[in-house]
């Protein structure tokens, strides 16, 4: 019988249109979404990538900046909607409960905050509509007050980085 996360990476290396091999970096959370006994989703976080000039562009950290909060951003590095699951606003729901439940984790398990919460989408294979759905930006400046600081919800169109 595998172990949940044994599950997890099977299901992500056998239905996401990137595979899956590893999660990147040291903090990594892995979320399951389900109806009932029932696995409707996955979803996968982890640490930011180091360098990314669309996101630098976007926030407008300077250099010094950039390397003293980088470890407050998450990135939404895989999110799967299991084959044969089909509701309306499916996507949009498990994204929503999931970002109420991510800055909590993060705190929990990493004994630090997030402050923003990221995730490249890739277009024209994706419309991204389920992260403004969710209101990302609205849900996580409802969360978050961080003095001193303009953190935004990042969403990307592409995956250039």
Not at 9 to 35: E, I, K
Not at 51 to 69: F, H, K
Not at 103 to 130: K, M, N
Request: proline content about 3%; overall charge positive; some cysteine.
């Amino acid at each position: 019988m595998p172990t949940e996360r044994e599950r997890w990476n099977t299901l992500m290396q056998a239905h996401h249109y990137r595979g899956f091999r590893t999660m990147a970096g040291r903090r990594t959370l892995r979320y399951v979404a389900t109806l009932g006994d029932r696995w409707v989703a996955l979803l996968g976080w982890q640490a930011t990538a180091y360098q990314c000039q669309a996101r630098e562009q976007w926030i407008g950290w300077s250099w010094v900046l950039r390397r003293q909060r980088l470890h407050l951003i998450a990135n939404n590095a895989r999110f799967l909607i299991l084959p044969g699951e089909s509701f309306p606003n499916l996507a949009f729901r498990i994204l929503s409960l999931n970002l109420r439940r991510l800055f909590a984790d993060w705190q929990s398990v990493y004994g630090h905050p997030i402050v923003l919460a990221e995730s490249f989408v890739e277009s024209p294979r994706f419309t991204g509509a389920c992260y403004r759905a969710a209101r990302v930006r609205q849900l996580i400046s409802q969360l978050i007050d961080i003095a001193n600081s303009d953190f935004k919800t990042l969403h990307y169109n592409s995956v250039s980085c």
